[in-house]
């Protein structure tokens, strides 16, 4: 799962629900070995990830290592706007 527009094709945030567009900043769980499944979490600034990451205490999530994941679901991914 990595496409996170919403019926808009905008980006709805993680932390305050705005719908937004385009994306710079998110959250991608293929740096995060606490998550099995790919998630992208996209946020509309640098105040709703630092609150995302406060709320979720995701300064200690644990960093995976390699080998990383394969696989469609897991593609390296620069940019969630197409
Ligand atoms: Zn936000």
């Not at 995060?32 to 300064?59: D, G, H, L, M």
């Amino acid at each position: 799962m990595t496409n996170s527009r919403n019926a808009w094709g905008h980006h709805d945030c993680g932390q305050c629900k705005k719908s937004f567009f385009p994306a710079v900043y998110w959250f991608d769980s293929i740096h995060a070995a606490n998550y099995e499944k790919r998630i992208i979490i996209p946020f509309c600034s640098p105040k709703c990830v630092q609150e995302w990451y406060e709320k979720n205490n995701a300064i200690s999530f644990p960093l995976r290592k390699p080998p990383f994941p394969k696989g469609p679901e897991w593609k390296v991914i620069y940019d969630i706007n197409h």
